[in-house]
């Protein structure tokens, strides 16, 4: 698995918000490795919404379909990155945290992600009843690579 989920300045996140938010990214990290849409869209909440350039998804169906049919084709075979670059709350409840971060897919044994796959992200994270859900994502291109953590590059 390659994500570097303790870089990100966390601005006063309680260390169990933190960990559950981190621990997400590390199940989204997993997902796309296995190329399991089900197990990436469970990450969702229900009602999520996810931004990408040329697609607008809403709902957890809607994720799973889409990333179903990426891992047949665009990302079929590739890993992905996600470096947090900035975690904090929103509002004064500590119910929603808001992560920034670097990172996209790359082909297996790459020492960046290329510049056409980079990408900073936005996400929304919401507690609901206990739990922590990706209730609203967000990315658009970088124009540069990323490199791996570690890679030396």
Not at 31 to 41: G, I, K, V
Not at 104 to 124: K, L
């Amino acid at each position: 698995m390659t994500t570097d989920t303790t870089a990100a300045p966390t601005n006063a996140v309680r260390p169990h918000d933190a960990a559950a938010v981190r621990g997400l990214i590390q199940r989204v990290v997993a997902a796309w490795r296995a190329q399991d849409a089900e197990a990436f869209s469970l990450v969702y909440a229900p009602d999520a919404s996810v931004i990408l350039p040329g697609a607008l998804l809403k709902g957890r169906t809607a994720i799973h379909e889409y990333m179903a049919e990426a891992f047949r084709g665009k990302w079929k075979g590739t890993q992905v990155l996600g470096v947090p670059k900035e975690m904090r709350y929103v509002g004064e409840d500590e119910k929603v945290v808001l992560l920034l971060s670097e990172g996209g897919a790359y082909p297996p044994d790459a020492t960046e992600v290329p510049t056409e796959h980079a990408i900073r992200a936005m996400w929304f994270f919401v507690e609901r009843d206990g739990e922590w859900l990706v209730d609203c994502y967000a990315n658009t291109p970088m124009g540069g690579v990323v490199p791996m953590p570690g890679s030396g590059s």
